[in-house]
């Protein structure tokens, strides 16, 4: 099975659709705009990308509410914090502080903008 994103005019996923792999299957090879089409031709709605479901492309299985960024081809979970940016080399969100690796269990506190264990709130 094949899953694409339906997407808003500004690439927000607003649901993942399923498509049998018999409608995307061309002579052999994966198509990626025959799903488009299909999905396009059912619902009237024409702005889809596929999605993989291990992650495999476009950086991570779309969720609702993840957004499609076409400069970098990828899906990308909402920005969880303010102070977190988004590098364009991982895919990621990251805070402005590394996490402590010290085998403890941290949280992120946004309000003094460093990493905290659970028990001890500073603020």
């Known amino acids: 099975m094949a899953h694409f994103a339906k997407l808003d005019n500004d690439n927000n996923v607003l649901a993942v659709h ?3 792999n018999d409608v995307i ?4 090879n994966e198509s990626e705009q025959a799903g488009i089409n299909f ?3 059912l619902y009237g709605h024409t702005n889809w ?6 992650g495999k492309f476009r950086n991570k299985y779309a ?4 957004k499609y960024n076409e400069s970098i081809d990828a899906f990308v979970s909402p920005q969880p914090f303010t102070s977190w940016s988004f ?6 969100w990251e805070a402005p502080v590394q996490k ?23 603020h």
């Open 18 to 20: 399923v498509v049998n």
């Open 100 to 122: 402590p690796s010290d085998g403890k269990y941290y949280t992120w506190d946004e309000i003094v903008k460093q990493w905290v264990e659970p028990n001890n709130n500073i």
């Open 49 to 54: 990308k596929q999605t993989s479901y291990n």
């Open 25 to 28: 299957n061309i002579d052999g």
């Open 87 to 92: 590098n364009d080399t991982t895919l990621k």
């Open 39 to 41: 999905l396009t031709e």
């Open 63 to 66: 969720d609702v509410g993840d």
